[in-house]
């Protein structure tokens, strides 16, 4: 509140529409998410890597595609005070590849393999499981072609999905060709689109010409009613994106990885080639996957690299934490101890004993000065602290500690030296 003259102003800000904060107990499951991911990754190899949350503009627009919604309609874009182009990035896999030809990662033995976490920014209408700044954990792989590679990488997802304890997670596989038999796919879906192109939406006629794949992952409602029956790409696959994703299969039955094909997938990013695949849930609304990716095998190159192939997914945390936190009961941090005190001179000893006993491993909480024993020992209460320690001047004239454990109602005196003992007998019984 501000007072102008007489008036009084009331100012409440909010975040920007789309963003949100992440608070504690929730944030605890996403460290835990996010630890878990980590120890898993490296388990297949995976390396972290930080890139910059802002990159050159063309980076994206060259990456994702043009004619895509990312770039159309939802990157946030700027110009830097010396007047580039510069946007927040709205995925990860664009910036890994820059930086993996900047600093010459293909040199190093291949496969390279690397995971990432952090926020991405999509200028989106905001809805459930839809946000304008959203975090992924990301992975990326380079430098192998051979589809263990792809059984491998969409194992590691499913371990993920399984080490964090979601269960009813769908993985929805697809090769969407390469630059070779894609052509042809092209060709097939001009023809199919041809006589119903003016019922289109006025995106869509756009894309006809320009890209007619992006017409599939249109959410118009009408436009997906015109595709239905539209021709499917795994009829036009070539004899070698084929034979990747018969032998794909073969391994993820091996692997006894269930998935199921979904000749529709797409992906809303122009740079896949070959195999595509998600992870979703019934339980997220209509924004349903948890987690996509595909292989890029032509990106590197593009790029201005040496021809690299390239595959990795990211999963979208939000509603990753989503499906979690239906069957988590989340709990804030309870401290081992509260120390009360009464009076300056103790105050001081119980913040000196307070770093004490943190630095043999408690979570302890002190009081800060001016409360009654009461209202102290009320907050302890509160805060559901197991255990007290009371200092006052009688404490501190006889060297002798009051301490009360506050589940099983036991109290007594002792000797300041002999505290982490009693604590640590109390903890383990409780
Ligand atoms: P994507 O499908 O655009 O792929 O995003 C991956 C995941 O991020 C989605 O499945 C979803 O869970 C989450 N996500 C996307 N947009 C939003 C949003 N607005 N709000 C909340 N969550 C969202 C990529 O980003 C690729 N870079 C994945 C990849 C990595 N492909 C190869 N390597």
């Known amino acids: 509140m501000i007072r102008r003259g007489k008036e009084k102003i009331q100012l409440r800000y909010s975040a920007p529409k789309g963003i949100h904060d992440i608070l504690p107990p929730d944030i605890s499951i996403w460290q835990k998410t996010e ?23 063309d980076i994206f627009i060259r990456s994702i595609g043009e004619n895509t919604d990312i770039v159309e309609k939802e990157m946030y874009t700027f ?117 119903k192109l003016d019922n289109f939406c006025p995106d869509c006629q756009r894309r006809y010409s320009l890209n007619p794949l992006r017409i599939l992952d249109c ?18 696959l070539c004899d070698d994106c084929s034979n990747h994703f ?4 073969e391994r993820l039955r091996i692997l006894q990885m269930p998935y199921t094909l979904n000749p529709e997938l797409v992906r809303g990013l122009d740079y896949y080639t070959k195999t595509t695949f998600e992870a979703t849930s019934n339980h997220l609304g209509s924004q349903k996957a948890v987690a996509a990716g595909g292989r890029y095998d032509k990106l ?92 006052g001047d009688d404490e501190l004239r006889s060297g002798k500690i009051k301490w009360k454990n506050l589940k099983n109602k036991e109290q007594g005196e002792i000797e300041i030296e002999d505290i982490s003992s009693i604590l640590k007998n109390n903890l383990e019984r409780y």
Not at 119 to 135: A, D, N, S
Not at 301 to 326: K, V, Y
């Open 79 to 195: 110009s830097d005070r010396a007047g580039r182009s510069i946007t927040l990035r709205p995925e990860g896999t664009a910036s890994v590849v820059r930086a993996f030809i900047e600093h010459n990662l293909q040199n190093f033995t291949s496969p390279q393999k690397f995971y990432y976490t952090g926020p991405m920014f999509r200028y989106e209408r905001p809805q459930k499981g839809r946000f304008r700044q959203f975090y992924q954990i990301g992975v990326e792989a380079f430098g192998e072609r051979h589809p263990t590679m792809d059984a491998e990488i969409i194992t590691m997802l499913c371990s993920f999905m399984k080490a964090i304890g979601l269960e009813g997670i769908n993985f929805e596989l697809n090769s969407i060709g390469c630059e070779k038999c894609r052509p042809d796919y092209k060709n097939a879906l001009l023809l199919f689109f041809k006589d």
């Open 300 to 391: 590197v190159e593009e790029f201005g690299g040496p021809a690299t192939p390239a595959i990795g997914f990211a999963i979208g945390m939000e509603r990753l934490i989503t499906l979690l936190m239906e069957k988590t009961n989340l709990l804030s941090p309870v401290p081992d101890c509260f120390i009360a005190t009464i009076g300056k001179e103790a105050e001081l000893k119980g913040l000196l004993l307070a770093e004490q006993l943190r630095e043999k491993g408690y979570h302890v909480e002190i009081h800060y000065g001016g409360a009654s024993l009461k209202s102290q020992l009320r907050r302890a209460d509160r805060m559901d602290s197991r255990f007290v320690l009371i200092i």
């Open 219 to 236: 959410k118009v409602e009408r436009c997906i009613a015109l595709r239905h029956g539209s021709p499917l790409i795994p009829e036009h």
């Open 246 to 249: 018969e032998e794909l299969k």
């Open 35 to 57: 630890a878990t991911a980590k120890e898993l990754f490296q388990k297949y190899g995976y390396q972290e890597i930080r890139t910059p949350i802002i990159e050159h503009t």
